[in-house]
């Protein structure tokens, strides 16, 4: 199971509650370099919880998480201290929400805040950050003008590119999305889709993609696991799992949706 | 021990409680966090600020300092902005002199503890030499982060990259980085510390000084400490040299050169400046004078 060439994160037995209500139940899942995971399930059944005590947003209440860019993939990440957390959320970790608000600082500057990222992970020159920011906010398609403009006076879209440079800034082997175009309009969120799709590919990065959305899975990943109650239920290819779901849950789900 | 060898410990001749502003328990217990202050260069050590006879924000920090260490064998010099004749300054010093055995000066050389706002002065200050600073704002992240839990998160983890986001937007917006009071340094390579309210000028005078230098904010509760011999750095990118303020001119009483010599300060609706240290030109016109004579 630990054999790193083949998982870039590995997550076992996670369990997570909230006030004695299991919001996550021993979810165990891998994630191979430049795979794409997707976790559906209705509100409430766990998904989000899952990605935020992998972000450290949450303490998980047992479980262990590795990954193999980290210590050859032998130290279980929950078991650092937090600022040995954060450093991992600055390099290895990084994580795009739903809510802007939560991945950015709104009050600065689209380039400041993929200079956050470079700063805290120790560059200290003015004209590589500005440059690397540059680069990576060109390479999400936010135009080279609006680079110096708040990120207050972004459309939703524009701010998901934002959040879309930051996480990438540092070259991290993984990248946790969550929700990554709910609230958007179709036509925007299509937009976003195609980015993430092509910078996945081209970043080789391991990703969970967190969604209700079918249509985003099916865009995005190859792998989906379907979630209810805080469980597990069903694991499977993505087309294969949509086309014909086998737990009577998950059915019902792809039924929803379908209809 | 009781609490009768506790009071005959701290030396005093009277009841124990000593003379003057402050009893000789509250001196320790100042001096305890000044301790701690230097042995944590640029960490910020909560103490418990008493109310003085000055109002907060008017030096109440300082002068619990200068209270705490100064004693009958001292010589305070008191300046505000560099000017040992201002209104704080006299006061301050008159209200410590006066309820202390120490001796005053206005010549910096001749001080065991200068208390200050605003100013180090231009000549360097001796291991011998203690300098007190009145900080009115001591945390250095107060503009990028207002949760207090935040802000010591950020200090205990070495975090800065809120600081130095702030000083690239800095840069973007205006073309350099327009921080001029206050600049953030770093500290034996550790904490950033605010060196309030220092002008930029008089930052690299911290950095491996033969003196010790105390901060004391009142309002905020909070002592700080430079060592002697410590790195001051201020927080600056690798390609952004960073730049202390230069006055255009001379001074207009001693002659002293703005862009190298001496910090200046302009005189009101006259286009004339002046040395903001007033010992300092007062001292080289003495000089000017005896080499005419």
């Known amino acids: 199971m ?45 998904k989000t919880s899952v990605l935020r005590c992998l972000a450290g947003d949450l303490d998980e209440d047992s479980g262990r998480a590795y990954m193999s860019g980290l210590d050859g993939g032998q130290t279980n990440i929950f078991s650092l ?45 003015f004209g590589a950050i500005r440059q690397r920011a540059a680069h990576l906010l060109e390479r999400t398609e936010v135009p080279r003008e609006r680079m110096d403009d708040l990120v207050s006076t972004f459309s939703g879209g524009m701010r998901q590119r934002v959040q879309l440079a930051k996480a990438l800034a540092t070259n991290p082997p993984v990248l946790l999305l969550d929700e990554p175009t709910t609230g958007l309009d179709a036509s925007v969120a299509a937009g976003v889709l195609d980015l993430i799709r092509d910078l996945l590919a081209e970043f080789r990065l391991a990703a969970v993609v967190v969604s209700h959305d079918f249509s985003v899975i099916e865009l995005l990943t190859r792998r989906v696991m379907v979630m209810h109650n805080g469980r597990v239920v069903e694991t499977g290819l993505t087309d294969q799992l949509l086309a014909d779901p086998q737990d009577a849950y998950s059915q019902r789900l792809v039924a929803a949706a379908r209809s | 021990m009781s609490l009768n060898a506790l009071l005959e410990d701290t030396g005093s001749a009277d009841n124990g409680y000593g003379s003057g502003i402050m009893d000789e328990h509250t001196k320790r217990d100042i001096r ?49 902005q560099g000017d040992d004749a201002g209104v704080n300054a006299t006061n301050l010093r008159r209200l410590i002199v006066g309820s202390t055995g120490a001796a005053e000066t206005t010549v910096t050389a001749e001080a065991s503890i200068i208390q200050t706002r605003h100013r180090i002065p231009e000549e360097p200050l001796k291991s011998d030499q203690i300098l007190v ?73 911290l950095h491996q000084a033969h003196h010790l230098s105390l901060f004391g904010a009142g309002r905020e509760k909070r002592i700080y400490a430079v060592p002697p011999y410590t790195d001051v750095e201020p927080v600056t990118f690798d390609d952004v040299p960073f730049e202390v303020e230069r006055s255009p001119g001379r001074c207009d009483r001693c002659g002293a050169v703005g862009w190298t010599e001496s910090f200046l300060i302009e005189v009101p609706n006259s286009r004339t400046w002046v040395c903001s240290d007033t010992d300092y030109c007062a001292r080289r016109r003495l000089k000017d004078r005896r080499v005419k004579a």
């Open chain 1, 81 to 125: 201290t937090p600022a040995e957390r954060r450093a991992l959320r600055v390099s290895r970790l990084a994580m795009v929400y739903q809510d802007p608000a939560l991945g950015l600082d709104l009050g600065i500057s689209a380039g400041g805040n993929v200079a956050e990222r470079l700063t805290a992970a120790g560059w200290r020159s």
């Open chain 2, 133 to 205: 600073l009145q900080v009115p704002v001591p945390e250095p992240l107060r503009g990028v982060e207002r949760d207090m839990r935040e802000l010591r998160r950020m200090h205990a983890e070495d975090d800065y990259a809120r600081l130095w986001v702030s000083l690239y937007e800095d840069k973007v917006r205006n073309g350099v980085i327009t921080r001029t009071t206050g600049y953030p340094c770093m500290i034996g390579g550790r904490y950033v510390m605010a060196t309030t309210p220092i002008p930029r000028w008089d930052c690299p005078k």
């Open chain 2, 32 to 80: 305890r966090a000044l301790l701690s202050a230097v042995a944590v260069p640029g960490y910020q050590v909560p103490f418990g600020s008493r109310e003085m006879p000055v109002a907060r924000g008017w030096g109440s920090g300082g002068l619990q300092i200068t209270l705490a260490i100064v004693g009958d064998a001292d010589v305070v010099k008191v300046i505000d």
């Open chain 1, 2 to 46: 630990r054999e790193t060439e083949t998982w870039a994160l590995s997550v076992q037995g996670l369990t997570k509650s909230y006030g004695g209500r299991l919001a996550v139940d021993d979810v165990s899942f891998n994630v191979a370099p430049g795979e794409a995971l997707g976790i559906v399930g209705e509100s409430g059944s766990g």
